[in-house]
Structures are given as structure tokens and as C-alpha cells.
């Protein structure tokens, strides 16, 4: 189903339990300097609450780190939303959006143009498992404007990666996920979720975009080499899309991993740097792992 101008909007409410919510998430690849970066806003109407992030990787290591929750929600829609010192707002739906932080000496002010559809993973063969998300779609796109850290200016030309999500998230029956984006340049991205349930059963979602269209992946062969923490340090991935197209693409990490932590998961942030059909793309791999859930070996590892 296409995505419209209103799923830009935040979407109903419709379960009581606290762990509601509905998020946007951007990040972005310079690849002249290497300074990447990720941002995600939430709002949780049941608690009432929000809260914001910007992180930001320089010279191969974490450098910025930015953080603030609220106890209310915020007023404004999606289309203009600010949490303390981070702010987005929607210029065009489905296309463009403003992306603003004021943190002293940290700033930045950088726009984001789509390079394609906005893809709805209700168009995969099998949805999303609901403890990650009720609705979600994602957009490839490019990322230019002005950042500053710690006083330090970079004129930002890069690529970016959008998504949003909706939904009761209950992490906790989620074994673990592998979130994993390509961006190379304006001619190809791809993104591949690979989620592994309670259960062990895994589901396959994403897609690759190749010349300004989408096409939903059917199938997923990935390697992942995993070092201490689990921290990605590479992969290789086979994408086979509806229609039959197979993509290759091998990575290997290019900056530190971070860890995050929120309850029982960690979360290891991953950026990397591919190779795949003659083009060498930047990316992140999102590794979430449940402690409380005995691990296994699904397929694709």
C-alpha cells in the first residue's frame, strides 16, 4: 500500500500499554570527511512522554552524544516537531524534511531530499513481527546543510536514511534484529530487517532501491562476522527481490561500534563502509540482542 502525506502524521493511539509509540529516525553519511550520525525522535502518548537523540561519530569514534526526555508530549505534529535542542520539520511530504540541533557549540541544520519512494514493510511478503513495530516504512535519500561539533563546522554532502515507526514495541520478544542500510550514492540503497522472534523463528523485510525504484526483498543471505560484545565487523548479503534481481554486497565495519542499552537489549551502532555491483556505498548495521533470551543460531548467520 503506498505510503501517504498523512502517514507523515503521527498515527492513532490504539493500545493502552505504555511501551506505545511512534518515531522518527534519520541519520547521515558524509563521506568526504567520514563524520556520520544518527538521530530518533520519540513520543509515548500513554505515559505521557518524549525524548530525543543525536549521536555522531568523528574521526572513526563516537564524539557527540546529545539526550533529553520530557514528561509531557510535545505539542506540534510530526511536520514540526522540537524536543528541547533537537527539531525536525517536514517541508514536503514524503520527500523532504529540515533537521535542526542547538546544543551550545554543537549545531546543525541539514536537509534531506528522497531519492525514492517511501517503502511500507506491510508490502513485504510477511509484516514486521508486531513487538517491533505495528507500522513502518523507510526512505534512501541525500543529506546537505551545515553541522557543527563541538565548534567545529563541516559542510555536510552526504546520504541519508529515514524511517518511521508506530506501534506497542515490546522488545522484550525479540530475541534479536538485524537493522542493516547500504547507501551508495544516488544510484542504489537498500535496507534488510531481519528480525528473530522469542521463538526463533526469523522474518525477512526491506528492500533495495536501483534507479529510483523500490523492489521488496523475498529473500536474504546474510554473513555477519561478529567480534566481542557482538559488535558487527562485517558481512556479506545476497538480496534477492521480487522479480527475481539478486543484489551482492560485502562490508566491513569503519567506525567504533556503540553500545546502547535500553532495559534488558543492547543495541550495537554499527557504521560501515561496502562494496557491491562496482559501487562503494557507506551504511550502518543495527544489532539489537535480548540478554533475557538464550541465544540460537538463525538462519542468515
Known amino acids: 500500500m503506498p505510503v501517504s502525506d498523512l502517514d507523515e502524521r503521527r498515527h492513532p493511539v490504539e493500545h493502552a500499554d505504555a511501551h506505545w509509540s ?3 529516525y ?7 570527511t567520514g563524520v556520520c550520525f544518527l538521530t530518533r525522535m520519540a513520543v509515548l502518548p500513554n505515559q505521557p512522554g518524549a525524548n530525543a537523540l543525536f549521536i555522531a561519530w568523528v574521526d572513526g569514534v563516537p564524539g557527540y552524544g546529545y539526550y533529553r526526555e520530557l514528561d ?16 525536525y520539520r517536514m517541508l514536503e511530504p514524503l520527500r523532504r524534511w529540515t533537521l535542526k540541533l542547538d546544543d551550545g557549540d554543537s549545531k546543525a541544520f541539514l536537509e534531506f531530499d528522497g531519492v525514492g519512494p ?15 513495530a505495528w507500522g513502518h516504512y523507510e526512505q534512501s535519500g541525500t543529506l546537505r546543510g551545515d553541522l557543527v561539533l563541538h565548534g567545529n563546522p563541516i559542510e555536510f554532502d552526504g546520504v541519508s536514511q529515514r524511517d518511521h515507526s508506530w506501534g506497542w514495541r515490546d522488545w522484550s520478544g525479540v530475541r534479536e534484529w538485524h537493522w542493516v542500510t547500504g547507501l551508495f550514492g544516488t544510484e542504489r540503497a537498500f535496507n534488510l530487517f531481519h528480525v528473530v522472534d522469542a521463538a526463533g523463528s526469523v522474518s525477512v523485510n526491506g528492500y533495495v532501491l536501483d534507479r529510483g525504484e523500490v523492489h521488496p526483498i523475498v529473500r536474504a543471505d546474510r554473513r555477519t562476522r561478529e567480534g566481542e560484545g557482538r559488535v558487527p565487523e562485517g558481512y556479506e548479503l545476497a538480496l534477492e527481490v521480487a522479480g527475481g534481481d539478486r543484489f551482492e554486497i560485502s562490508a566491513e565495519r569503519s567506525h567504533a561500534s556503540l553500545p546502547l542499552q535500553p532495559g534488558t537489549t543492547t543495541v550495537q551502532e554499527a557504521p560501515m563502509r561496502l562494496v557491491g555491483g562496482g559501487l562503494s556505498g557507506v551504511g550502518i548495521y543495527e544489532l539489537l540482542f535480548n540478554e533475557a533470551i538464550p541465544p540460537t543460531t538463525p538462519p542468515g548467520k
Open 22 to 24: 511512534d518515531s522518527l
Open 26 to 32: 534519520f541519520n547521515g553519511f558524509d563521506r568526504e
Open 118 to 132: 517511501c517503502f511500507d514493510y506491510a508490502d513485504n511478503a510477511a509484516p514486521l513481527p508486531k513487538p517491533v
Open 72 to 87: 509531557h508530549l510535545p505539542s506540534a505534529d510530526w511536520d514540526a516537531t522540537t524536543i528541547e535542542g533537537v527539531g
